[in-house]
């Protein structure tokens, strides 16, 4: 399949890119440097640009199957750039034939918050993500008030580690045995079988060990 990738310089949309191409998609990584892209392959295409600029996120996808939405951001930022870069993907979706959307949020955003451990209640998400957080909701509310056929996906912390395939996903309720933790690998690979599942098509599914 024919993907474009957001956020491929990150620390999961690098994983996302590397995946997909093992996969034998045709990727094409949107970044705002190059400079800091280093994959390269025969169906890998870079594509330079900024979200904040729609006219090069409506080329960047055109003519793509699915795209998949990986933005991050500083954890001080306060400018919602996360959202307002979501915003002008899903605008340049609307306007398009391309209407599946996989875009990363986090474990908290929205209805997941009371599955949410006390520690992550009450001092990580408040205290040390509350810039993160405030623009995954602002974010969620953008993708769920499109007309795409989106997926949000909310995975718990990021942790380093090898691509295992082995995680729980689409749980609703708290448990004590979840670890809230997550490899960047796994992450990425649950996004892109989200491709051509569609179990979780207009779902926000978490994501966790």
Not at 86 to 107: H, P, W, Y
Not at 110 to 122: A, E, N, R, T, V
Not at 125 to 143: F, G, M, N, S, T
Not at 161 to 168: D, P
Request: glycine share 8%; aromatic share 8%.
């Amino acid at each position: 399949m024919k993907l474009t990738i957001f956020g491929a310089t990150g620390s999961i949309g690098r994983h996302i890119v590397a995946q997909a191409l093992e996969r034998a998609h045709e990727v094409t990584a949107f970044v705002r440097d190059p400079g800091k892209f280093d994959q390269v392959h025969e169906n890998l295409k870079i594509v330079q640009g900024d979200v904040l600029d729609p006219a090069s996120i409506a080329s960047a996808i055109e003519g793509q199957d699915a795209v998949l939405c990986a933005l991050g951001m500083p954890l001080m930022n306060k400018d919602g750039l996360r959202a307002e870069g979501t915003q002008n993907i899903v605008r340049a979706m609307e306007g398009s034939d391309v209407k599946r959307l996989i875009c990363l949020s986090g474990l908290g955003a929205g209805d997941s918050w009371d599955i949410l451990p006390l520690f992550h209640k009450y001092f990580l998400i408040p205290v040390v993500l509350r810039h993160v957080y405030a623009d995954h909701e602002a974010q969620e509310k953008i993708v769920k008030n499109s007309r795409l056929d989106w997926t949000l996906v909310r995975p718990g912390s990021f942790a380093e580690g090898r691509r295992t395939g082995m995680y729980r996903h689409g749980f609703t309720a708290p448990d004590s045995s979840l670890k809230f933790k997550i490899s960047r690998k796994d992450v990425a690979d649950f996004m892109l079988k989200q491709i051509t599942d569609r179990t979780y098509l207009h779902l926000a599914p978490t994501l966790s060990y």
